[in-house]
């Protein structure tokens, strides 16, 4: 269950980086029904809420990129 969750926080990230869609969005769509749990679980995972990695990447600081999940099990996303 906990590598499941984190797999849903790890698609939630491309999600923050390339789409306008608001923190509640993402979370349903990463399968989270409350936005409030997803932000805490976000923030648990990569050391930030959701709103602060996205304002990171919008202001042209860069994220230390911190990936709790081991390199097997990351979601290869093609854009």
């Known amino acids: 269950m906990k590598t499941l969750a984190l ?3 790890q698609s939630s990230r491309p ?3 390339r789409t306008n869609l608001s923190i509640k969005e993402v979370a349903v769509r990463c399968g989270f029904e409350n936005p409030f749990y997803f932000s805490r679980r976000f923030s648990q995972a990569f050391g930030c809420s959701p709103t602060a ?3 990171q990447l919008h202001s042209g600081k860069p994220f230390p990129a911190k990936n709790p ?3 097997d099990l990351t979601p290869r996303a093609r854009w």
């Open 7 to 9: 797999l849903k926080l």
């Open 15 to 17: 999600l923050l980086m």
């Open 53 to 55: 990695f996205r304002d």
């Open 69 to 71: 999940l081991p390199l």
